[in-house]
């Protein structure tokens, strides 16, 4: 596609429930990267893929927050037991840089998600 | 520690100039970029500054000054639809290619 793209778009779960999150990166983009943002607030890394290694998934915050790309272009983040602080919105951003160097970062929409 | 500060919120006038600043205290420096994010939208890339000095795109600029850690993005001729938020963020090569983020600045063009 032309852009990076979420699933689904917004998501509305009740506290305890499983939910997971897709993002299909552009097409060639070595590295994904996955944000939290609260409302207001600056987006919140959580981790970050190069093709199916996540080398970095510090920002992760508990181990309910589980991420994977095993074959280097679709990521999907799950949130287990999801509770209400988990409410925000997820952002997705793909970008062509290897290690040695740095590229602009693609967002896709974000998927909203909503814990009741 | 890493800090990134810039203002909560701005207003200007339509056609009007506005500066909005962003300062930065990171244990590692390897840029610095700045995003536009519309409300409900993602952000998308407005320039990226790693040398000291002026960027300029048509009607937005953005500075650097790496001894000061301390950035600008310039926005001339404003329209309403520059009403957005204006995220500054510090790219660290050495720390796993992390874009540190601040806040936000919302900024509201008034006709």
């Known amino acids: 596609g032309a852009g990076v793209s979420q699933s689904p778009r917004y998501k509305v779960a009740k506290r305890g429930q499983d939910v997971a999150l897709r993002c299909d990166p552009i097409s060639g983009h070595v590295s994904l990267f996955w944000y939290q943002q609260a409302l207001g607030q600056g987006p919140e890394f959580l981790t970050y893929f190069q093709n199916e290694a996540q080398l970095d998934k510090s920002g992760l915050p508990s181990d309910r927050f589980f991420a994977e790309r095993p074959e280097g272009s679709v990521s999907t983040l799950k949130i287990q037991r999801t509770q209400q602080e988990d409410s925000a919105v997820y952002l997705c951003?793909?970008?062509?840089?290897?290690?040695?160097?740095?590229?602009?970062?693609?967002f896709g929409p974000g998927t909203r998600l909503t814990v009741l | 520690g890493q800090n990134i500060d810039q203002p909560t919120e701005m207003t200007a006038t339509e056609g009007a100039i506005v500066q909005i600043n962003c300062t930065y205290q990171?244990?590692?420096?390897?840029?610095l970029f700045w995003y536009q994010q519309h409300a409900g939208e993602a952000p998308t890339f407005l320039s990226y500054?790693?040398l000291d000095g002026l960027e300029e795109k048509g009607r937005f600029s953005s500075f650097l000054s790496r001894s000061k850690g301390y950035s600008y993005l310039l926005l001339k001729e404003l329209q309403m639809k520059d009403s957005a938020s204006y995220l500054c963020?510090?790219?660290?090569?050495?720390?796993?290619?992390?874009?540190?983020w601040g806040l936000g600045t919302s900024l509201a063009v008034n006709p």
């Open positions: 963020a510090v790219y660290n090569a050495g720390n796993n290619r992390k874009l540190i």
């Open positions: 951003a793909s970008s062509l840089a290897q290690p040695s160097s740095y590229n602009e970062q693609f």
């Open positions: 500054n790693v």
């Open positions: 990171t244990s590692g420096f390897n840029g």
